[in-house]
């Protein structure tokens, strides 16, 4: 079992940054690997980025790529999320999830989720 918060969000500028940290509960975090994804209202789950339970392999979004980064502190129990050059479509509520699948980007692959921060975007 692993519990999941996510915390760091806000109402921030266009081009402004925001690291999201995501705190894991249970002695197998680094069992895991660890995905980001996000919600903007009406809409599903859209998976932003991953990083592999040793946190060398990061995979991301084509949206987000060269201003997003996910890492990882196993002996914390943390994920990040570091996101760069905001823009207004960034805006969303984003989880943090754990999966036993390498590397997914799936929302149906991933066993638990955190509750969720909301991130806005102002133009």
């Known amino acids: 079992q692993v519990q999941l918060v996510e915390s760091g969000g806000g109402l921030v500028q266009a081009g402004d940054s925001v690291r999201l940290s995501c705190a894991a509960s249970?002695?197998?975090?680094?069992?895991?690997?660890m995905g980001w994804f996000r919600q903007a209202p009406g809409k599903e789950h859209k998976f932003v980025a991953v990083?592999?339970?040793?946190?060398?392999?990061?995979y991301y979004t084509d949206s987000v790529k060269g201003r997003f980064t996910i890492s990882r502190d196993n002996a914390k129990n943390t994920v990040y999320l570091q996101m760069n050059s905001l823009k207004p479509e960034d805006t969303a509520v984003y989880y943090c999830?754990?999966?036993?699948?390498?590397?997914?980007?799936?929302?149906?692959?991933?066993?638990?989720w955190g509750q969720g921060t909301q991130v806005t975007v102002s133009s």
């Open positions: 249970g002695r197998t975090f680094s069992r895991y690997d």
């Open positions: 990083i592999s339970w040793s946190g060398s392999s990061t």
């Open positions: 999830a754990a999966t036993r699948v390498g590397l997914a980007t799936s929302p149906a692959a991933y066993d638990y």
